[in-house]
């Protein structure tokens, strides 16, 4: 870090989605998704340093009372580092949709359902230069995969973070949704799906969230068509990458 030149945006009071990115990619150096340990206390001195105009001492302990208000303030979880989505809150940006998001998601359900307003084409991406998200393109591939939303809007008891361990490979995604769709419509129903996470959940060790089970349903649910999950919904979960 301390041979990396320092992002020259804290100081502005909106930073462009490029700024964001560039302040993003610099202080989360490991590239882990997060800015914790010490990215955080040199991400905290430089915006402290570029909100007062001066030097600040880290070891002043009230540098460290003053690091602790802030993230009283920001980080939302309490898990002790700023994510993506608290950065956004953090430095508010000229491109910041996640504001006009919240005011409508506030769970798995209605996460997925948004995400389901916006991949029109059920292709598992969104096109990231549609809805001018390109700071949170974080493979800078043009577009943004449902992890990519799921790590930029945090939302009650988020499923996606528990299926993140669990990601199929197209041939197993193929073969298990072949088991379920008994009568080779093409689509599962409510019932189907809850025996297919429970099978999936012991498998894999994850008993502890069994009793999730319904959450876990429902929000996928809002993925579906009239009560039909379609294989192609069900991908963009449950897949490493959407299948082609």
Excluded at 23 to 33: L, S, T
Excluded at 131 to 157: T, Y
Excluded at 164 to 171: A, D, F, R
Aim: charged share 30%; net charge negative; proline share 3%.
């Amino acid at each position: 870090m301390a041979n990396t030149p320092q992002p020259p945006h804290l100081h502005l009071a909106e930073v462009t989605a490029s700024q964001f990115l560039d302040i993003w990619k610099h202080f989360d150096a490991d590239g882990n998704g997060y800015i914790e340990g010490k990215e955080l206390e040199n991400f905290f001195r430089e915006l402290e340093t570029a909100r007062r105009g001066a030097g600040v001492d880290p070891s002043n302990p009230t540098f460290r009372e003053k690091m602790k208000e802030f993230m009283q303030k920001f980080d939302k979880n309490k898990d002790g580092r700023i994510e993506m989505s608290e950065l956004a809150q953090i430095l508010p940006t000229e491109e910041n949709f996640l504001l006009c998001f919240r005011q409508f998601v506030s769970s798995s359900a209605e996460f997925m359902a948004a995400w389901r307003r916006y991949d029109t084409d059920r292709s598992g991406y969104i096109e990231a230069n549609e809805l001018k998200l390109r700071m949170f393109d974080l493979n800078g591939d043009g577009k943004l995969g449902l992890s990519e939303m799921a790590r930029l809007l945090p939302v009650q008891e988020n499923f996606l973070l528990k299926f993140q361990g669990v990601k199929l490979t197209s041939e197993q995604f193929n073969a298990i949704f072949t088991y379920y769709d008994k009568d080779g419509n093409g689509y599962i129903d409510e019932q189907e799906l809850e025996a297919l996470l429970r099978d999936l959940c012991q498998t894999n060790k994850t008993e502890a969230d069994l009793k999730n089970l319904a959450v876990y349903k429902q929000s996928i649910m809002s993925l579906s068509d009239g009560g039909k999950l379609y294989r192609g919904e069900l991908e963009i979960v449950l897949c490493k990458e959407p299948i082609q």
